[in-house]
């Protein structure tokens, strides 16, 4: 019999040493304030806010059934005018409802500075992926670059407060190579 479920494409253990996205795919704390601390102008743009299905694969990370809706939450954050990551965010209707409510009002602020902020919400482990043009993310998240690489890193991780999930994942674009501490 086949296995109805693929095999899942994301990793527990990041990219390889010697990769330059690295030191950014393997910090466990916030991406938004690292960018911030970097960088004097940094701003986000494109933001794109729904109701809607999420991948079967993101579903079942927040334990939500495929045909459930959920807000999904998507933008790009960037260092002056160079686009340096795109987020893409999965919050299920029953936390929009608890816990998590605030979260559908943030307009163009960064959802990290409101998940950080909150010393109750725990974050579960990194995943990993390398994305090139067959992934939906990889696509969306290369649309504004004129020049996309053939493939891109990214990391998820699933937020929680209380017991409701949300579930967070981060494509770095080549921009935030130029970023340096």
Not at 39 to 45: E, I, P, S, T, V
Not at 130 to 151: G, T, V
Request: aromatic share 8%.
């Amino acid at each position: 019999m086949q296995n109805r479920h693929p095999r899942p494409e994301w990793l527990l253990h990041a990219a390889p040493t010697h990769c330059p996205y690295r030191t950014w795919l393997i910090d466990r704390g916030s991406l938004t304030r690292r960018i911030q601390s970097l960088c004097a102008n940094f701003n986000l743009r494109g933001l794109r806010t729904w109701r809607g299905k999420a991948d079967r694969d993101e579903a079942a990370c927040v334990n939500l059934e495929f045909h459930i809706i959920a807000l999904l939450r998507e933008v790009h954050l960037y260092c002056g005018d160079t686009p340096v990551v795109f987020a893409h965010s999965i919050i299920p209707k029953k936390g929009m409802n608890g816990p998590w409510h605030h979260l559908g009002k943030l307009g163009n602020k960064p959802l990290g500075a409101a998940l950080f902020a909150n010393p109750l919400v725990r974050r579960m482990p990194l995943q990993f992926r390398k994305l090139d043009r067959r992934h939906a993310l990889y696509r969306r998240a290369c649309a504004i670059l004129s020049e996309p690489p053939l493939h891109l890193w990214a990391r998820r991780s699933v937020f929680i407060l209380q017991k409701y999930p949300i579930l967070v994942t981060e494509v770095f674009l080549p921009g935030i190579l130029e970023l340096h501490p």
